[in-house]
């Protein structure tokens, strides 16, 4: 059979081919050249952030999310269709069976003299067909078919890993929001306190209504940026739960000001990493997939060949069916060549080359896609970096200044207006640093996402004693 198997008209096939810069833009490490490596553990990667709720909501999400149940669902038909696709490299046996009770027609042309109206006609019989795949036509569709499956399976990757960081961006999110409720009801004591000192002050007359309307206005405005915090802080949680298969209505996350730990991400990250990005494998095992189909195009031009076997017994009714006399069998090739088609053989090999041409180009996007994500989310955590300590200090600077500020008013030195300007400064300030905070964690989520998933100083090359360099401190 092998011998029979012929060649193959698909070109030999070689990844598209991309430049590869020899290091980051944004960040430290050396690139090497990537091959899809999705069949590769990418394991809890959100447990560097250490945060066991957050393990819980992981761990339901992919017990329990229906859009990977939709994504698996596709990989099941993919491997259905391989296994379709490959029962064409194996002979066809089959059986039948068929009494039956005829009568032809009084004019039927050529009918003898001596021929019955009716008559019964008893048929069983075993066939066997088998196609010699001289032009390499099955074992293409073959291995198409197979490029295929394993690229359904990397799109299932994927699917669980934008899920899987789109709840970790979403559950910071939330405790960002936590945060800044805790600090929006420090605020608000202090505002109440401050309201109270005013209308104490206002009572003996040291104080003027100017006073009091403006420490009224820092109260209102305070519990307005509260209700907007717990009415985003809402939205964010019904989004968690439909994430994890839940309806919004029977779903909750109780809130806390504990902080989520910035994790320490290697600054050498080498562009291995890339290989195990679940989209460009995908991109790959398509393109490869289209090079096969061109094999398949290509061999429509040559004749096709095929053996065919058969072996029954055949009688009128008449005694046993299974004698030596009602034997009947066939065997013989049967070759067949399509001479005129008007041109549809040569626009089918067109049409396999265009898409052969998409997938490259396809593929040539998304690892183009990857190399931005990558520096993207570097720049974006190292820039933040410097952000959030210039927040930081900001907030600082202003909680002494509104320390000071109410220590003068309740001294009768300045107004309150001074007091609203300092204490204003210093909410906003505290924010800003909280909301600063979140991109970064967000962004660290989305940088091991650009990379494909988790990963560890083994596959790294860095020693089990040396400490990581942190992108951001």
Request: some cysteine; overall charge negative; glycine content about 8%.
């Amino acid at each position: 059979m092998t011998l029979l198997a012929g060649c193959s008209l698909a070109p030999t096939y070689q990844r598209p081919a991309i430049d590869i810069p020899s290091n980051y833009k944004e960040g430290s490490g050396l690139w090497t050249a990537a091959a899809p490596a999705d069949t590769e553990a990418r394991g809890d990667w959100w447990q560097v952030f250490n945060d066991s709720a957050l393990d819980g909501l992981e761990q339901r999400l992919d017990a329990s999310n229906p859009s990977l149940s939709v994504a698996l669902a596709r990989y099941d038909m993919a491997h259905a269709y391989e296994g379709e696709i490959g029962s064409q490299l194996f002979p066809h046996l089959g059986a039948a069976a068929s009494p039956t009770d005829n009568r032809q027609s009084n004019s039927r042309p050529l009918r003898g003299n001596g021929q019955p109206d009716e008559y019964d006609a008893n048929t069983a019989e075993f066939s066997a067909d088998y196609e010699f795949d001289f032009w390499g036509r099955v074992r293409n569709e073959v291995a198409a078919g197979k490029a295929q499956t394993q690229a359904a399976d990397s799109d299932l990757a994927s699917a669980k890993l934008s899920l899987q960081s789109q709840l970790a961006d979403l559950y910071i999110l939330l405790r960002g929001y936590d945060i800044q409720a805790h600090i929006l009801d420090g605020s608000l004591d202090a505002y109440r306190k401050g309201l109270t000192m005013t209308e104490n002050r206002m009572a003996g007359g040291i104080a003027s209504g100017l006073s009091l309307s403006r420490a009224q206005n820092q109260l209102s405005d305070a519990l307005a940026q509260a209700a907007e915090v717990t009415a985003q802080r809402a939205l964010t949680e019904h989004a968690i739960a439909t994430l994890v298969g839940v309806p919004a209505s029977r779903f909750s996350l109780p809130a806390t000001d504990i902080q989520i730990g910035l994790p320490t991400i290697p600054a050498g990250i080498p562009s291995t990493l890339l290989e195990r990005r679940p989209d460009i494998a995908a991109a790959e095992r398509r393109t490869f997939a289209a090079n096969a189909d061109i094999g398949v195009a290509r061999a429509a031009f040559y004749p096709s060949f095929s053996l065919s076997a058969l072996f029954g017994w055949q009688n009128t009714g008449n005694g046993s069916l299974l004698t030596a006399g009602n034997r009947m069998w066939a065997l013989g090739p049967i070759g067949a060549l399509s001479l005129f088609d008007g041109g549809l053989r040569h626009a089918k090999e067109r049409e396999a080359k265009a898409r052969f041409d998409e997938a490259a180009g396809q593929y040539r996007i998304t690892v183009l896609n990857a190399f931005q994500q990558v520096e993207d989310n570097l720049s974006l955590l190292t820039n933040l970096s410097r952000e959030a300590h210039d927040e930081d200090d900001a907030a600082a600077a202003a909680r002494e200044a509104a320390q000071i500020a109410t220590n003068r008013y309740s001294e009768g030195v300045v107004n309150y207006l001074d007091v609203v300007t300092a204490q204003t400064s210093y909410l906003q300030a505290k924010r800003n640093a909280e909301q600063v905070r979140t991109r970064r964690l967000q962004a660290s989520v989305n940088l091991i996402r650009a990379l494909g998933g988790g990963w560890s100083n083994t596959r790294m090359g860095i020693p089990a004693s040396g400490e990581p360099v942190a992108v951001a401190r």
